[in-house]
């Protein structure tokens, strides 16, 4: 926040002396000279003024006195929303006040007077214009146009909503009825998608000059009802079940009946709450993805704008304050309005006359803030920033607004999340909630693919382990974790080939030409080994780096991230080709260098070169193949994941590397195979030299197998589940 614009305010300064001293400051000195501006200046500081005196210093003072004190108030009638201030604080501060004071008290204003009703629990903003009196007259049991008004639905500051029957068509819609103003119809016709509230068309009541909005009508209640079922019940007795019942009793209220067979509820059922909370937030997001993508936003996210449906679907509603960025010349003011609780930090400023932004300003990001909001609470019972009683829309209640978010959510409320919350749940959530729209996720389809994450219990374990788990231990290990993974096979392999030719070839020269073969032999180890781990640490340099670069918290951009989470996935391949180059040089290096040593060799000794070369590489390929492949895909590859929206391109290579698994399993299984194989083509005497190592590699080798074959059913599950996150689809193929 820009300190020097705050200082500006005359309301800014005029809170800041209630503030350090306790005692009411004179309203004349924080007026302007002009007497064009005095009037609107004055009652915004009458409302700042209201609000310390009834809530927080108990020095209370009614409009009335006001009224005597300053001449400018009695020109003309008092704004009706700052009478509904009064109101509503003097309620709060625990007085018993009825509406019918205010007709008395103001006579000139009564036609605008009425009782808040019990749904504007929302810190809502309201502000009834004379004009809107005629509203009240809509009421159930009337036709109105071509809709029999049934029941009331609901009833907020602007509009009324109600379930009627369309006569023309013969079914049931809700039908929403408010003044002619805003763009809402033409935002809505835009939308078409499951978890949004399908509007079917508008039309205008010329006598009344109001506007009727039909749509789809959605029977199982609003996550508002839900979410006082959630704060009246423990903790541990939140699941699923609990938003089904919620949803059950909206139907019974309703006279509807319960779905008897639904594939949905009985995939809801079973869930834990924090499951449920994410399983909505999904299909959320979803939509906030769609509306995005046609440059709608709602800007109104709270439990009473989200409907369900029978079965237990979500559908955003309500969308009377979105705007379209492809309408130009709208100013602050015509938007200003929603729920001040779940209002971005961007859009609070927005609504701030003292502040720089405008409502042009926001994007997506904006309404996943809310998002946020709303799925803490919901999750929590509580919402995540404290804004205390003082919540309000004077300039100084957003300024405290303001500075309470930009702290983030604090450990207090971080430690209201249930036990049962999984540690991706509350990253996504936190991350909705950052102070900075650059901090959150960008679009509403990241966002959905992080709560798809939450849902699948391997998936976010894996990419979001407890910070006690061996996992995260290891991710600080990626390069002496790989060298060891391929150097350990490798070395029993040269270890394996060395006595076996050594038993058959070696042992059968003369001993200066067994002593320079050892020479030779040592020398062309000392070269290929560390040549191999240099090239192996050349190509671990993005698994290496990329996981040190998160942990301090570093940013990446997504063709980055593509190339860490692709190096990732291919390195196991990558590395152990290069020990298969090391073994093939080897292989053709040193029957060259025996008979450098020793001249002509038998050709017996080009078979048993040959076969211990099979068994060698075989060893090198399969086995280091599933140590690397396994530490990766558990360890390093979903670090990657929460920091941007993965494609199908990812799920490609994650099936590419289980279908390659396979292939090295059999080669693993081929191991003891080739090497009792080998023995056919030795004499009765030479396999008395070497049965011992063929012995020794057998049990070796089906041991090493048992382990292998492990890895390989960790890896395979775990790729699937990794691949169940990068390759999600929307979820709008179904009604789910």
């Known amino acids: 926040m820009d300190s020097t614009v705050v200082a500006q305010s005359p309301v800014s300064r005029f809170a800041a002396s209630w503030e350090a001293t306790g005692t009411p400051p004179n309203l004349a000195d ?28 108990d020095k209370p003072k009614r409009l009335a006195a006001y009224r005597e004190e300053f001449p400018e108030l009695k020109s003309e009638p008092l704004p009706p929303e700052l009478i509904h201030e009064e109101f509503r604080l003097r309620r709060e501060s625990g007085l018993t006040v009825e509406a019918s004071d205010y007709s008395r008290d103001f006579p000139e204003e009564s036609q605008v007077i009425k009782t808040p009703s019990a749904r504007d629990d929302q810190n809502t903003l309201i502000a009834t214009p004379v004009a809107e009196t005629a509203l009240e007259d809509i009421d159930v049991g009337q036709q109105v146009d071509d809709f029999d008004l049934l029941m009331g639905l609901g009833r907020g500051a602007f509009a009324r909503v109600f379930l009627a029957r369309q006569r023309s068509m013969e079914r049931l819609v809700a039908v929403k009825v408010s003044h002619d103003h805003g763009t809402e119809p033409q935002t809505l016709a835009q939308l078409d998608h499951d978890y949004i509230v399908r509007v079917f068309d508008q039309r205008v009541l010329g006598d009344h000059k109001l506007k009727l909005l039909y749509m789809q009508y959605v029977p199982g209640g609003t996550l508002l009802g ?7 019940t423990a903790p541990e007795d939140r699941s699923g079940q609990l938003l089904l019942d919620v949803i059950d009793e909206a139907l019974e209220s309703k006279g509807e009946i319960r779905p008897s067979d639904s594939s949905v509820r009985a995939e809801i059922a079973p869930l834990t709450w924090p499951e449920t909370v994410a399983w909505l937030g999904r299909r959320l997001a979803e939509a906030l993805d769609y509306a995005g993508k046609h440059g709608v936003l709602h800007r109104d996210i709270k439990p009473a704008n989200v409907l369900l449906t029978a079965e237990g679907v979500p559908k955003l509603a309500d969308f009377n304050i979105s705007f379209s960025d492809h309408v130009a010349g709208a100013s602050p003011v015509a938007y200003f309005g929603g729920s001040l609780a779940y209002m971005s930090p961007e859009q609070l400023a927005a609504c701030h006359p003292g502040l720089p932004g405008t409502a042009s300003d926001l994007d997506t990001r904006s309404d996943i803030f809310g998002l946020g909001v709303m799925l803490w609470e919901l999750l929590t019972g509580a919402r995540p920033f404290d804004d205390g009683p003082r919540g309000g829309q004077s300039e100084g209640s957003l300024e405290r607004m303001l500075a309470v978010r930009a702290r983030g959510v604090d450990e207090e409320s971080q430690a209201e999340l249930p036990p049962d919350c999984p540690a991706a749940l509350k990253r996504v959530l936190l991350t909705c909630l950052a102070p900075e729209p650059r901090g959150r996720w960008s679009t509403g389809a990241e966002l959905a693919q992080q709560f798809e994450l939450c849902l699948d219990p391997r998936a976010r374990d894996l990419v979001d382990p407890g910070p006690k788990s061996w996992r995260m231990l290891l991710r600080r290990l990626v390069i002496p974790i790989t060298v060891l993974a391929m150097l350990i096979p490798n070395v029993l392999a040269g270890v394996y080939n060395y006595h076996h030719n050594k038993s058959l070839i070696v042992s059968n020269l003369s001993v200066e030409a067994q002593q320079k073969f050892e020479q030779l032999q040592t020398v062309m180890n000392g070269i290929l080994y560390p040549i191999g781990i240099v090239v192996v640490v050349y190509l671990s340099r993005y698994p290496m780096r ?18 860490a989470r692709t190096d990732t996935l291919m390195l196991a391949d990558r590395a152990v080709l290069v020990m298969f180059g090391m073994w093939s040089v080897a292989g053709i290096a040193y029957p060259i260098s025996l008979r450098a040593v020793a001249g002509e060799i038998p050709t017996s000794a080009d078979i048993h070169f040959f076969v211990s070369l099979v068994v060698c590489g075989a060893i090198a390929v399969s086995y280091p193949f599933f140590l690397v492949a396994f530490y990766l895909v558990r360890c390093i590859y979903p670090m990657m994941l929460p920091q941007g929206i993965t494609s199908s391109d990812d799920a490609r290579k994650l099936r590419g590397l289980s279908r390659r698994s396979v292939r090295y399993l059999a080669l693993a299984a081929s191991v003891p195979l080739v090497g ?55 979820a709008t193929r179904s009604a789910g």
């Open 676 to 730: 009792v194989a080998g023995v056919t083509f030795l004499s009765p005497d030479e396999i008395t030299s070497v049965i011992v190592a063929v012995r020794v590699l057998c049990v070796g080798a089906i041991a090493a197998f048992i382990l292998v074959y492990w890895l390989f059913r960790m890896l395979e599950k775990d790729l699937r589940a990794l691949e169940r996150v990068v390759s999600h689809e929307p």
């Open 546 to 563: 990329m996981p040190r670069g998160l942990r301090k918290g570093r940013i990446y951009d997504k063709q980055t991230l593509a190339k």
């Open 226 to 232: 839900v979410l006082r079922r959630v704060q009246a």
């Open 30 to 57: 924080y007026l302007p000279e002009r007497e064009d501006q005095r009037r609107d200046s004055l009652i915004e500081l009458i409302r700042v003024d209201l609000r310390y005196r009834w809530l927080e210093f």
